[in-house]
């Protein structure tokens, strides 16, 4: 997801608690409804997701929507009630189950199912959910989404979703939770006749309907979150390559308003070099039997799997901007970049909740330097990542609070960057720290995942236990500062303003231009130095440093 330049500013700390301990909480009051949002309740627990079939027709003339879902799952253990997820002011008029209605009660966004059939564990079966209404408009989106209803210019409406955060509750009925995905999916959207649908998977078929209309069925053969799923209705042209990748020929579509078809074939060459670089860092694009699309859209874009939505104006940089001051920024288009970069860190590996949303962005927004480096050096990419530093706010912790739908503070992004900058020089083998990031996505192919599932991952094959290092970053608001001194026998240095059993090594540059590291703890160390009395900490940790005269032996 992308974060907007706005929210980037240092904001006054206004939803903080300090504890004496030195952990900061989110001051919030959390409702039922955002239990039963956030949560994994009861009446969710017992069924494990295995196949939707979204059926729906928007209406353009009235803004509604009017369809069904298919719910297939597998029985984990017996139970009566199932609880299904849609967002007011739409309204589900109908549950069937083989052949006969059922009765249900509303709770907020969340529909209590009462099943007449005895549910026997291990079985496989399906509900279906008939809703209609007027969905949710989007605000802003994709940072405040829903449904887009907008002019083409051309005499057209643009249909569009997006739906990160609110959930795709907001526009269908279904299990909304990050938790438990699908294996597959058919997606099927009934349009005009001058119209087309473009959402994710492969295109199966288009149906001529008596009605002038046609229905097109998209299948997704690989598991999909909910938020990835969408329906971009407008009237596209398209064209196709094929990309030579690790796994074979990957099918490349992009589906565009005609009258930006010629920016769009120049400005689209990069996504190509975008897989070039991103399957060398971490492996074979998740998803090649669903392809790879860029589909353009009203807003500024989204990481919807195998159908990422671009609205980034065909400019290089975030709508022209560098986001990291340094000009790399500019050398290439950041929705094509981070959006792509989702299909590995959001797509094929999948927060259970939102609370680690920063698996999701700061792989991604890690993502922009490792294409920077790939294609303009390694120092490209340093310069890069240090000079997004300037817009982490260090306002709240990364990780949010689990089982409320909360995510963290907006640092995920960039300072989540710096964080695996961080290791990586820690790592200190840039090739062993390719194959980390390779084999995360090896190791958690299509999966959803705990943060301290990738954590943990980080330090097994770092060789070093990293825990209180992620401690720092992800659940901390303070950046580690090296307190160092020179006296008669050396030179000390400590961390300060750190978790406690931070013990990070750093490395630094000391008299005469030697580098070397430090394995500073909370306690003085003494390192004997010949020479100057300088020390210059390497510019790629995401830290600090201050002489102190008061700790001199």
């Known amino acids: 997801m992308l974060i907007k330049i706005q929210m980037l500013k240092k904001v006054a700390v206004i939803c903080l608690l300090f504890a004496s301990s030195g952990a900061f909480a989110q001051k919030k009051e959390f409702t039922h ?110 940072w405040d989404g829903g449904v887009q209803w907008v002019p ?70 690989n598991p999909i979150n909910n938020y990835g799923v969408n329906m971009n209705v407008a009237n596209y042209v398209s064209w196709k390559e094929t990309f030579k990748g690790e796994k074979g020929d990957l099918q490349l ?68 901007k560098d986001l990291s001051n340094t000009g790399w920024g500019l050398k290439w288009d950041f929705i094509i970049i981070h959006e792509s970069g989702h299909e590995w860190f959001a797509n094929n590996i999948t927060y259970k909740d939102v609370a680690d949303m920063w698996v999701h962005e700061s792989f991604t927004n890690y993502s922009e330097n490792l294409y920077t480096e790939y294609y303009f050096g390694k120092k490209a990419g340093e310069d890069y990542v240090i000079g997004t530093r300037e817009l982490i706010a260090n306002d709240i912790p990364i990780v949010g609070v689990y089982g409320v739908n909360q995510e963290g503070s907006k640092d995920m992004y960039y300072k989540g960057g710096n964080m695996l900058h961080t290791i990586r020089q820690v790592v200190n083998d840039d090739e062993k720290w390719r194959q980390i990031l390779r084999g995360l996505n090896k190791t958690f192919y299509h999966q959803t995942v705990d943060g301290s599932q990738i954590e943990n991952y980080v330090s097994e094959h770092a060789g070093r236990n990293l825990s209180k290092v992620f401690d720092q970053y992800l659940r901390d608001v303070r950046i580690p500062v090296l307190e160092y001194a020179f006296g008669s026998k050396g030179l000390q240095y400590r961390w300060i303003n750190v978790v406690e059993g931070f013990d990070m090594p750093v490395k630094v540059k000391l008299a005469g231009g030697k580098e070397e590291f430090l394995y500073p703890t909370s306690e003085w160390k003494t390192l004997k130095v010949k020479g100057d009395k300088s020390l210059t900490v390497d510019r790629n940790f995401y830290v600090e440093a201050k002489e102190s005269k008061q700790a001199a032996l």
């Not at 998803?287 to 990481?303: A, Q, R, S, T």
């Open 152 to 221: 083409d210019g051309k005499g057209n409406t643009i249909i569009s979703t997006s739906c990160q955060g609110l959930g795709s509750s907001v526009w269908w009925p279904c299990k909304d939770h990050m938790y438990d995905e699908p294996d597959s999916m058919l997606i099927s959207i009934t349009v005009p006749k001058n119209m087309m649908d473009v959402s994710n998977g492969n295109l199966r078929s288009v149906v001529e309907n008596g009605d002038n209309s046609h229905t097109y069925n998209w299948f997704v053969a």
């Open 253 to 320: 579509s992009y589906y565009v308003l005609p009258q930006n078809l010629e920016k769009a074939k120049q400005q689209f060459t990069q996504a190509p070099k975008m897989l070039k670089a991103f399957e060398h860092w971490f492996g074979p694009y998740p998803f090649y039997e669903d392809g790879y699309k860029l589909v353009e859209v009203p807003y500024l874009g989204m990481e919807h799997q195998s159908s990422v939505t671009y609205g980034n104006d065909y400019k290089m940089g975030y709508r022209g």
């Open 33 to 142: 409804a955002d239990t039963l949002r956030g949560a994994i309740t009861p009446e969710r627990a017992w069924w494990d997701l295995s196949y939707y079939h979204l059926n729906v027709r928007p209406n353009e003339k009235d803004s509604t929507l009017t369809g069904s879902t298919v719910i297939q799952y597998k029985v984990l253990k017996p139970s009566h009630t199932m609880q299904v997820d849609l967002q007011e002011p739409l309204q589900i008029t109908k549950v069937i189950q083989d052949g006969e209605s059922l009765t249900y009660r509303r709770d907020g966004n969340a529909f209590f199912i009462t099943l007449k059939k005895t549910q026997e564990t291990g079985k496989t079966e399906s509900i279906e959910v008939f809703y209609t209404g007027k969905p949710r408009l989007a605000k802003r989106p994709p």
